[in-house]
Structure formats: C-alpha cells, structure tokens
C-alpha cells in the first residue's frame, strides 16, 4: 500500500539537543512539506521541497533544517536554536504536476509525530 | 501576508445541517481544499475548489466565491463522527495557507 510514514508517533527530547523527524513516501510524490501544528492553530508552513536536492524555506524556517536527498525521504532537524519546539509535526506530499486543466492536487499527509521537548 | 480566517467552534445536532465558513486574503489563489481532522491525526481531505461555485460529494458540499475571497463547507446528515476539526487551506502556487480550523462538535 501506498503512503507517507513518520516515525515515531511521540518523541521525547531534553531541551538543547537536536533531533531529526523522518517522513519517508511511496506513492513517487515530487514535492514534499513540513508543517508544524500548535493547539487551536493550523499548520504552519516550515519547509517544503519540490525536487530532490531542492528545498525553500516556508513560513517559520528558523531553528530547523531539512535534506532532500532521495525522492522518497524529506527529514526534518529541530535543533536547539528552535525557542518553541514542543508541538505536532506533519508531513506531507504532492504529485508533481496539478490535474486537468491547471487545477491542484490534494496534500496527503502522514500521521504526524508529536515532539514534546522537556 | 496571508489571512485565512474560520471560526474557532460550532456545535451542531446529529442529523441536521451546519455550515462552516472561510474567508481569506492572499497573495495568490491557485484553489482551496477542505481537510477533515481528528484529534492527534492526520487531516484527510475533503474538497477542492478553483472555480466559483458549489461542488457536491456525497453528505459533503463547498462553496467558493472568488471575488468575495469566501468558501464554505456543507455538511448534511450530520454523524456523531463528523465530530472533527475542519481546515481550510488556499493554494497559493507552491505553498498552502492553511486557517486554524473550526472545531465541530455534533451532540446526539
């Protein structure tokens, strides 16, 4: 079957150390998508990459990193610079190209995982 | 900058109607998707629009008017599973918008 996994569910970090989120896709999507959701707020934008060896920053880019080195992989790093790391984390990806007529494809997203920094 | 706004919470009876409304500003506009989201899950899509009008799936309808930068989602026959939060997002070329999302809680 087909789709996006994220491992683990929940991750546990003392504060100061950095720690790397994988996001691994099958379904031979081009472009892939970090985002970060907090309570009551929608997903923010941190980074997203619409080749390999090719990433843009998004909205809140700063204290993470990303590599986009196999089509499939887009792992994300919080590392300490991050003030706030403590929240839930989704990936997600898109074929490369829309649907007839110029129109886009829906985002399938992976089931997250919930990074609790203590 | 972009805005995207949605009310924060509804309640709603089983079996009945409710309507859920987004407004937006942004830069761009390449379309704009509806996700249905679980507590602690993924968001699971719903619908799209790009043109201005009502596009119906099953108990599921959304609305998209342009120049009112305005959409909203339908949701008929209501389930106690329908009980979610509902996003809204606006496709902006390569990047996506997405608003707060609206807690739906549907009492039996």
């Known amino acids: 079957d087909g789709g996006i996994t994220q491992s683990p569910k929940y991750l546990f970090r003392k504060e100061g150390q950095n720690v790397t989120l994988s996001c691994e896709q099958n379904l031979n999507h081009d472009a892939m998508y970090w985002y970060r959701q907090d309570p009551g707020q929608g997903l923010r934008l941190i980074y997203y990459?619409?080749?390999?060896?090719?990433?843009q920053k998004g909205d809140i880019a700063e204290g993470y990193s990303v590599s986009r080195e196999k089509k499939e992989s887009f792992p994300l790093t919080v590392t300490s610079a991050q003030k706030n790391p403590t929240a839930f984390y989704l990936c997600?990806?898109?074929?490369?190209?829309?649907?007839?007529?110029?129109?886009?494809?829906?985002?399938?997203f992976g089931p997250g995982t919930r990074l609790t920094v203590l | 900058g972009q805005n995207i706004d949605q009310p924060t919470e509804m309640t709603a009876t089983e079996g009945a109607i409710v309507q859920i409304n987004c407004t937006y500003q942004t830069s761009g506009f390449n379309g704009l998707f509806w996700y249905q989201q679980h507590a602690g899950e993924a968001p699971t899509f719903l619908s799209y629009n790009v043109l201005d009008g009502l596009e119906e799936k099953g108990r599921f309808s959304s609305f998209l008017s342009r120049s009112k930068g305005y959409s909203y989602l339908l949701l008929k026959e209501l389930q106690m599973k329908d009980s979610a939060s509902y996003l809204c997002?606006?496709?902006?070329?390569?990047?996506?918008?997405f608003g707060s999302g609206t807690k739906l809680n549907v009492k039996p």
């Open positions: 997002a606006v496709n902006n070329f390569n990047k996506f918008y």
């Open positions: 997600a990806s898109i074929p490369k190209g829309g649907r007839a007529g110029g129109q886009w494809n829906e985002q399938f």
């Open positions: 990459s619409q080749i390999v060896n090719d990433f």
